[in-house]
């Protein structure tokens, strides 16, 4: 199965802390391993962090669920981020923003972990996992997804790789496709067209 570099670095992490089980994803049992303290209040989730230290603040008064969202969202920022976001351009603060919610869809429902349940109901994995359910409906079609994809029986792949050969044929090409691959052989100065794949 294909793991997004991310996901291996998460993995990575995780198994050399001894996280292998959904005991070992507890929001003080992550923080104690990661080496962040972990405080609540009553003000919104955020994170601070520096070379030495991380810290973060729950919203006490929330759901566990949602608490845990908010923890893998923050744990992202405080072990994969640097800086001080209120500082940053909007484009690149959303950009970390969507990147602490990858986070937080791996770290919270790593692969390893969750595999075995997958065949499982919707709320089940939510219970187990003691996440949103649309947190973990996106994470479950996302693992769904990747099964399949590399999952396929041979004869597709075969096939696939068929009609990756057909139309992979000079004799169709457009005068404009032409033009392209020959732009590119005098830029490049190496031939280009693979005589080798045409069946």
């Known amino acids: 199965m294909i793991q997004t570099e991310l996901e291996q670095w998460i993995q990575h992490e995780y198994e050399e802390r001894g ?5 070992d994803l507890s929001i003080e049992n992550l923080g104690c ?15 601070f962090t520096d070379e030495m230290y991380g810290l973060i603040m729950l919203q006490h008064n929330q759901p566990l669920p949602k608490q845990r969202l908010d923890f893998f ?5 405080v072990l994969k981020h640097v800086g001080d ?14 990147k602490a919610y990858q986070f937080a869809l791996y770290a919270s429902m790593p692969r390893y972990i969750m595999e075995p349940h997958l065949t499982k109901d ?12 649309h947190i973990v409906e996106s994470r479950v079609e996302q693992l ?9 029986p041979t004869e597709n792949h075969e096939s696939k790789k068929t009609l990756k050969s057909r139309s992979y044929n000079p004799d169709r090409w457009s005068i404009e496709t032409w ?9 490049t100065g190496q031939e280009v067209i693979d005589h080798e794949r045409i069946f």
């Open 19 to 23: 996280i292998t089980s959904l005991d």
């Open 33 to 47: 391993q990661f080496n962040v303290d972990v405080m609540y209040s009553s003000q919104g989730s955020k994170s």
């Open 73 to 77: 969202h923050e744990l992202g920022h």
């Open 85 to 98: 976001q209120r500082t940053m351009p909007i484009m690149f603060r959303e950009y970390l923003e969507n």
């Open 122 to 133: 919707i709320s089940v994995i939510a219970e187990l996992f003691r996440m949103p359910v």
């Open 144 to 152: 769904k997804r990747n099964s399949r994809y590399n999952y396929m």
């Open 179 to 187: 033009r392209v691959m020959n732009q590119l052989k005098s830029q």
